[in-house]
């Protein structure tokens, strides 16, 4: 409608739907939150509400990266260093997505302990509210890791500056 490209970011928890699929292959840009390599890990960071499945929601990423040739990004979400053994197998399941680019990230605000609707700073909690502060990862442990995946990879990696104030 408005002739300019569209970018669509999805937590890819309904990428195992058909029609999300197709849905989303309308898309100019997509970019897939993933934040775990495996389904312990997932849960602990994601905390996906009852009913969703990590099998399915890999899958569901593999068959729409099948399925469409459009730009991918793939967003990771860092809360501690990985370990070499889940770094290694992120590389190999970025190896097999190719998106065109990574972004790793790290906490910048606190998050809510449980489910509410006023954490995106449209009403400011604190930690007396509800609300766990997050240390970041350090910059320079993410860089390092950038650097590894994308000398494995091929793919442009993107993450916080070593600039950056703070970590």
Same mark, same amino acid.
């Given at each position: @409608? /408005?002739?300019?490209? +569209?970018a669509v970011l999805t937590n890819s928890t309904l #990428? $195992?739907? !058909?029609? +999300?699929?197709?849905? =989303? %292959? *309308? !898309?100019? &840009? +997509?970019?897939a939150k993933i934040d775990a390599v495996s389904e312990a890990q997932w849960r602990r960071v994601n905390r996906p509400v009852p009913g969703l499945d990590w099998?399915? #929601?890999? %899958? $569901? =990423?593999?068959q729409f990266r099948q399925e469409w %040739? $459009? *730009? #991918?990004? &793939?967003? /990771? @979400?860092v809360l501690a260093s990985w370990s070499p053994q889940d770094q290694d197998q992120y590389i190999d399941l970025m190896q097999q997505l190719q998106p065109v680019? &990574?972004? #790793?990230?790290t906490p910048t605000r606190p998050r809510a302990r449980q489910r509410q609707l006023e954490t995106r700073g449209n009403?400011?909690? /604190?930690?007396?509210?509800? @609300?766990?502060? =997050?240390k970041p990862v350090n910059a320079e442990i993410l860089a390092i890791w950038a650097q590894k995946i994308a000398t494995a990879t091929? &793919? /442009? +990696?993107?993450?916080v500056p070593l600039t950056a104030t703070g970590l």
């Open positions: @409608m /408005t002739r300019r490209p +569209v #990428l $195992g739907d !058909a029609r +999300v699929r197709q849905d =989303l %292959s *309308k !898309a100019d &840009i +997509v970019a099998q399915i #929601l890999w %899958s $569901g =990423l593999r %040739s $459009g *730009k #991918l990004a &793939i967003q /990771t @979400m680019e &990574i972004q #790793l990230n009403n400011p909690l /604190t930690a007396a509210d509800g @609300m766990q502060i =997050l091929g &793919i /442009t +990696v993107r993450c």
